[in-house]
């Protein structure tokens, strides 16, 4: 692989940020009652309070989330839409921990749903020990129980780690099946964090990019 010069570099990518960043503002709104109700989950991915408001991983950007999702969750409710929400839940025995902070242990308010989406309920609560939340147990039970479900909406945090695994994770378990299914990603109901080189709009942008090229439908919303 040939490496290319600095200027080179920046040139390029500069270039191609731009192009990304126009298509994702033509994106268009999803309306949610276009959607066949009882065919359709939405998917709340990490909106815990370690998170959102406490903790080594907490993000101002991942609790400004909360508006939006909930007042998605609350339509979802109106129209029958099935409703998940993964939560992250660590012991001390994990190995995430040599790749980030100590954070949502098991039994603390960190692993915690925030208060406003717990208020509303509704949905199934599945603790997860990755950032792939496809991968637990519980998850694969509801998809063979839920077989009749093809559209799924995904919220939450973050969008380049635990997000991104699931959507492409999930569109290609359905392609590996050449099942028909819409894995839905709302611009506006998803985020990242802000720490160091982690610049969080760069993130955003670039894993939203990725996800579009795996199959997934990047929307600017869900009305």
């Known amino acids: 692989m040939r490496i290319m010069n600095r200027d080179e570099f920046l ?3 500069g270039e191609t940020l731009e192009e990304i960043y126009a298509m994702l503002a033509k994106l ?3 309306r949610l009652k276009d959607l066949q109700g009882k065919q359709t989950a939405i998917v709340i991915i990490d909106m815990v309070n370690g998170f959102a408001r406490e903790g080594a991983l907490r993000s101002p950007r991942v609790e400004g989330l909360i508006p939006e999702i909930a007042g998605l969750l609350k339509a979802c409710n109106e129209l029958q ?3 998940l929400a993964f939560a992250d839940c660590h012991t001390k025995a994990s190995p995430e921990f040599d790749a980030y902070p100590a954070h949502c242990m ?3 308010s960190e692993g915690e749903i925030v208060d406003e989406l717990k208020e509303i309920g509704g949905y199934t609560l599945i603790p997860k020990n990755s950032t792939n939340g496809f991968l637990e147990e519980e ?3 509801w998809l063979k129980e839920n077989e009749h479900i093809n559209t799924f909406i995904v919220t939450g945090d973050c969008t380049d780690i635990c997000i991104q695994q699931f959507a492409i994770t999930l569109k290609t378990w359905f392609n590996m099946q050449n099942k028909k299914a819409r894995v839905i990603i709302p611009v506006n109901a ?3 964090y802000d720490f160091g080189l982690h610049n969080g709009d760069l993130m955003n942008v670039s894993a939203l990019y990725n996800m579009m090229i795996n199959g997934i439908e990047v929307v600017k919303g869900v009305k």
Request: glycine share 6%.
């Open 11 to 13: 040139k390029r990518s």
């Open 28 to 30: 268009p709104v999803i």
């Open 81 to 83: 839409v099935a409703k």
């Open 106 to 108: 098991i039994g603390t």
């Open 139 to 141: 998850f694969q039970k």
């Open 190 to 192: 998803v985020e990242t």
